[in-house]
């Protein structure tokens, strides 16, 4: 039997025995139940003290306090610390910190660092996990800067730094765009020996990612091999999109085949990322067969996955499978948006096919897909080419209509598709719609 249960039938048998439990009674109970993770029973007494009109004293405060905030009720740990100087209490490290705690789960990181500025204000130590909850408190609030400020005074009052502290910093970082900064603080955990994990690695190399630092992120895997820890899908996938950003397609094929070999499991965003990295770079071929590769291996495409691959038929107006990429995006209820359109007009206008580059403006309406600029500059230089002027000038008369922005190189296709086709009359009106609009020609 455990010391909250001893305590429970204690004041069960005052109870039966018809004497009043006193306030150092209760405090006992609330006190033992509240170590014990009985947090329930612990804010029942304490509810149930305050009903019979006892004081509570510091021992009762302080349990209710560490019990509400670990059931994340930190509304009403607020309530109980603010009652603590009223009641000639003096505040103490523990309750604050489950109080902190509880903000952090909950995102309230102005609470938070209010309740650390009071402890600090009280000339109180904060403890390892103070700094830990605090810190996690601004990555959740998107506070970088506040999270490495309390990194610096967890050092300067030599409160050791844990996994979790570094960690939660790093991952502030990593919100903050900081790529450099959670770098740096990833290389001091490796050489202060402080033990980190795969997720740690992954918030830096998700930084990097977001920067197209390549480099750096390829750097963690060697920095993650020394301290034997293990990447992951999403320490992956990451440095793939890192080296698609970076227009190295070469490093995210090497890293698909690694993952292969390592056994760690590829899913849509590897492909997708791998699949944009080519097509960016230029290697549509190699882009439409990882695409089809991704099929064969079971894994679902996702929108990404298919634009890549319609672009990559842009890049060489491979109009046929272009199409037939939509069509299959169609059929498995994939969703498509605006640049899965504008890549296949763009594969149709490449080779002429202004016909089907219609077709494909007709399904985006249908589908109620946004028309943007790209798409319809897209589909008047199809008909450009095919000597549509007629159409080329609806389509532009459309983009009047709906205030969708026309550039010069729109402009520059209608006028020549109104000069191949001997319509100078129409050339020379837009040319000085491009006069009075001040576009250079």
């Known amino acids: 039997c455990g010391d909250w249960e001893n305590a429970l039938q204690l004041l069960s048998l005052l109870a039966q025995s018809k004497v009043r439990s006193d306030t150092i009674a209760l405090s006992s109970a609330i006190s033992a139940c509240e170590k014990a993770a009985e947090w329930q029973k612990s804010l029942w007494l304490f509810t149930a003290m305050v009903r019979n009109h006892l004081e509570p004293n510091g021992i009762s405060l302080s349990a209710a306090i560490s019990a509400f905030g670990k059931c994340g009720q930190w509304e009403k740990a607020l309530h109980l610390i ?3 100087p009223k009641n000639m209490v003096e505040l103490e490290t523990v309750p604050l910190t489950a109080a902190i705690s509880a903000c952090e789960k909950r995102g309230e990181w102005e609470n938070a660092l209010n309740l650390v500025s009071g ?12 700094f830990s909850a605090t810190i996690s408190a601004c990555e959740k609030g998107g506070k970088w800067e506040e999270a490495l400020q309390f990194l610096s005074v967890a050092r300067k009052v030599k409160v050791q730094s844990s996994e979790i502290t570094v960690s939660a910093a790093i991952s502030a970082c990593e919100k903050g765009a900081e790529w450099e900064k959670a770098l740096c603080l990833l290389r001091m955990m490796s050489q202060t020996m402080v033990e980190f994990a795969t997720i740690t690695c992954n918030a830096v190399v998700s930084a990097c990612e977001k ?3 390549w480099e750096h ?4 895997f060697s920095i993650m091999a020394e301290h034997k820890v293990e990447p992951n899908a999403i320490t992956y996938n990451a440095t793939i999109s890192s080296c698609d950003k970076g227009g190295r397609w070469e490093k995210s094929l090497q890293l698909l085949g690694q993952m292969h070999g390592s056994k760690v499991e590829t899913n849509s965003i590897t492909w997708s990322a791998a699949i944009t990295a080519c097509e960016k770079s230029g290697e549509w071929e190699l882009a439409l067969q990882l695409f089809d590769l991704m099929a064969q291996v079971k894994i679902e495409a996702t929108t990404i996955a298919f634009n890549a691959a319609v672009s990559a038929c842009a890049h060489d107006g491979v109009w046929e499978k272009a199409f037939g990429l939509v069509i299959a995006m169609a059929l498995a209820k994939v969703e498509m948006d605006t640049f899965t ?11 002429r096919e ?3 580059a219609l077709q494909l403006l007709c399904e985006m309406e249908q589908g109620r897909v946004e ?7 897209a589909a008047i230089s199809a008909c450009e080419k095919g000597r549509q002027w007629e159409k080329a000038l609806q389509i532009f008369s459309a983009m009047a209509r709906r205030k969708i922005d026309s550039g010069t190189i729109t402009f ?5 598709a109104c000069q191949k086709s001997g319509e100078w009359e129409k050339a020379l009106q837009l040319c000085s719609v491009i006069a009075q609009r001040k576009i250079q020609p």
């Open 217 to 220: 992120a390829l750097q963690l």
């Open 412 to 416: 520059n296709a209608v006028i020549s």
């Open 371 to 377: 028309l943007g600029t790209s798409p319809l500059s």
């Open 119 to 130: 402890m600090s204000q009280a000339r109180m130590e904060p403890s390892t996990i103070t």
């Open 82 to 84: 603010d009652q603590m």
């Open 354 to 356: 202004w016909e089907r």
């Open 211 to 213: 920067h197209g630092q």
């Open 341 to 351: 359109f504008s890549a296949a007009i763009s594969a149709c206008e490449r080779s």
